[in-house]
């Protein structure tokens, strides 16, 4: 099992705690960017760099990612891709993707981003505070649990 992170946009709060979970369960961690990013050494925790381009991390994670790994995003696209994939999904808020909601999650999605571009409303996601740190660790603690005890 590999754990993807998509670290564009990937709150620092959320990375702490995939790399500490890394090291103490033994786990290998892929971050994948379109920028360089300093990683903690040791072997497990892999950067690995993309191009600019649009949706270039989103390409190379779905591309990558096979059933049985974890993939950590909040881009919904991605994360439709990786689950009919047979991957799980997890966002920096602690909710799990599935086949049962994740076409829901992109419906809403592309409204929210319609609205947007009309003007109906503006904005994004309040910042990440405690109890969403919170939240995230405890889910992403069950999920690789579970993936772990599937993969032995």
């Not at 709150?11 to 369960?25: E, G, L, M, Y």
């Not at 600019?52 to 950590?72: E, T």
């Not at 829901?104 to 405690?130: K, T």
């Amino acid at each position: 099992m590999r754990i993807w992170l998509d670290n564009d946009g990937c709150p620092q709060i959320v990375r702490d705690v995939v790399f500490k979970a890394s090291q103490k369960r033994n786990l290998a961690v892929a971050v994948v960017a379109n920028r360089f990013m300093h990683v903690p050494a040791g072997g497990l925790i892999q950067m690995i760099t993309v191009s600019g381009s649009f949706d270039a991390a989103d390409d190379y994670i779905a591309d990558n990612a096979v059933p049985g790994d974890l993939v950590i995003t909040a881009d919904i696209p991605l994360a439709s891709r990786i689950v009919n994939k047979g991957c799980t999904g997890l966002n920096p808020r602690g909710e799990v993707y599935t086949a049962a909601n994740i076409q829901e999650r992109l419906a809403m999605r592309n409204l929210m981003q319609e609205l947007r571009s009309g003007g109906d409303i503006q904005g994004g996601p309040a910042p990440l505070g405690e109890l969403d740190k919170k939240r995230f660790a405890d889910s992403f603690d069950r999920m690789v649990t579970s993936l772990v005890a599937k993969g032995s």
